[in-house]
């Protein structure tokens, strides 16, 4: 069966370090995997996904996610946070083969950034 | 640009009353999600739908849970009879194309608490 596991249930960092935010998964298939963001009140926002192609992927505000299929990770990182990217983050993985894709999740991060 | 809208977002409701948690999936989407999320704990995968039936359910979406699109743009999920446990964050999402490589669009979620 899939899982995600998120190293982490809360991170702090300070506005302008490094952002890496830890996942790992297990899955019988190629994966698809994906990283939602959540900010408070709103939905569950792509941040970016891998299917096929590239190992290093590349979403939206900054973020990147490289694929390692030999470690089972797909860790999210940003070069430098903002006060913006402060919210909750969770990875989710889904498998092809006809499925209608439904989204195994993590338990999620959440990300503090002190100014 | 086009969202996933949900209502109510928050509702109470006493232990063995029947809830519904409407959702406007975007309008030129075919698949639709309920997910739930229990405090603390991971974005869990209720059920899909498509083409006016289910397509896959977990197996939390047992016999006291429907779902139903009653016209061309509400998608609702019905819980017949509450219980305690059932208090959590519904999530629906909504997407274009079936597969586990295609976008799921959240909406902000209903957050039900059964007392």
């Known amino acids: 069966a899939q899982s995600v596991t998120q190293l982490g249930s809360h991170v702090s960092v300070s506005e302008g370090a490094l952002v890496l935010l830890r996942c790992n998964y297990s899955s019988s298939v190629p994966p698809y995997l994906f990283w939602y963001v959540q900010y408070p009140n709103q939905g569950l926002q792509l941040l970016l996904k891998?299917?096929?192609?590239?190992?290093l992927v590349k979403g939206i505000n900054g973020f990147e996610a490289e694929f390692k299929k030999s470690e089972t990770s797909f860790h999210l990182t940003k070069p430098s946070a903002h006060m913006s990217d402060a919210a909750e983050y969770f990875c989710a993985v889904s498998e092809d083969g006809g499925s209608q894709g439904n989204l195994i999740f993590g338990k999620g991060t959440k990300l503090s950034v002190k100014p | 640009e086009p969202e996933v809208t949900q209502t109510p977002s928050h509702q109470v409701t006493q232990m063995g009353q029947e809830v519904i948690l409407r959702c406007v999936p975007i309008s030129n989407h075919l698949y639709f999600y309920w997910y739930r999320q229990i405090l603390g704990q991971k974005v869990e995968f209720l059920v899909s739908f498509y083409n006016n039936e289910i397509s896959e359910k977990s197996e939390i979406f047992d016999d006291q849970f429907s779902v139903e699109r009653p016209d061309g743009s509400n998608f609702t999920l019905k819980i017949r009879s509450t219980k305690l446990e059932d208090s959590a964050m519904y999530f629906c999402?909504?997407?274009?194309?079936?597969?586990?490589?295609?976008?799921?669009?959240f909406g902000p979620g209903t957050r039900l608490t059964v007392t």
């Open positions: 999402a909504s997407s274009e194309e079936s597969g586990g490589s295609y976008e799921q669009y």
């Open positions: 891998y299917t096929t192609g590239a190992t």
